[in-house]
């Protein structure tokens, strides 16, 4: 554990994790589809050693071209997508956006980064459950994919409700058949990703029995809707948060959001309460 990981865990019954701060070799960064690619790296086995739902934080290199002095200067957040500390591997999906992450797409295999984690909170999984949902859109499909796989371990069915923009942005469908999910895909194009549609097909697995607890990431939208059926028949839920974030370690406050805990709201660390927080107490 770094220094700044220690300092930060102080306290009774503080949150202590274990995370490995080290540079990490490039084994592939691959191209997915026209928006994402999939980046594995070769690490130790203790950066390795990610729950899903976990994070890691990531120094990006620059882009060629980048005027001096405008290099990535904080690290950028990624969420895990597949670790494997047998092999000592972690895997990412990750989307072109900005600086930091077209930077990224730079590197090649057999090129070097600089890497921090596991950190965070991750999903947890009741052993009571038979059946969840999994709803995630965009890049938020990345944190569910190991989660599957959790449950899966578990022997918990998985029905995965994947949302994008379109057919060929899907992501994350082959891995979740591969962990032996039911996959339904929705998009805009095709008109099916909208939130009437998804409650509809929400209210389907509800009715068939196939949906003790949900599991979200990557949309607002779809956030609210799962919010109204937990409430309207009492189930629970998990939801990844998405964040800016600084440090990733808690100590600069730059990731606070608003939670609604029994009709107060409280201001929580995404990177260090979460990233995964009670489906219900999340604010859109």
């Not at 290199?61 to 597949?82: K, N």
């Not at 938020?140 to 190991?146: D, K, V």
């Not at 069915?157 to 032996?180: E, M, N, Q």
């Amino acid at each position: 554990m770094s220094a700044t990981a220690e300092a930060a865990a102080e306290g009774p019954g503080a949150f202590r994790p274990s995370a490995a701060e080290e540079a990490v070799a490039v084994l592939a960064n691959e191209v997915v589809n026209g928006e994402y690619r999939h980046l594995v790296v070769s690490c130790s086995e203790l950066a390795a050693t990610a729950a899903p739902g976990q994070f890691y934080q990531l120094l990006c290199p620059a882009p060629p071209g980048t005027p001096a002095g405008a290099a990535p200067f904080l690290r950028r957040p990624m969420s895990l997508y597949g670790a494997d500390p047998a092999r000592r591997r972690v895997e990412f999906l990750y989307k072109v956006t900005g600086l930091g992450t077209r930077g990224l797409a730079t590197l090649a295999p057999g090129d070097t980064m600089q890497l921090l984690g596991p950190l965070g909170r991750g999903y947890r999984l009741d052993p009571a459950w038979k059946h969840i949902v999994a709803v995630g859109r965009g890049a938020g499909l990345a944190t569910l994919g190991p989660m599957a796989q959790a449950a899966r371990r578990a022997g918990i069915g998985v029905t995965a409700i994947l949302s994008a923009r379109r057919p060929d942005l899907v992501v994350s469908d082959a891995l979740f058949r591969a962990h032996g999910a039911t996959v339904l895909t929705v998009t805009d194009a095709e008109g099916s990703s909208g939130p009437a549609n998804v409650e509809r097909l929400l209210r389907g697995l509800i009715a068939e029995g196939r949906c003790d607890a949900f599991f979200t990431c990557g949309s607002a939208r779809l956030l609210r809707v799962q919010q109204l059926l937990a409430r309207e028949f009492g189930l629970p839920g998990q939801v990844a948060m998405e964040q800016q974030m600084a440090c990733g370690l808690g100590l600069c406050f730059c990731c606070v959001r608003d939670f609604n805990l029994g009709g107060e709201i409280v201001h929580r660390r995404v990177c260090w309460d979460g990233p995964v927080f009670d489906l219900l107490e999340a604010l859109p």
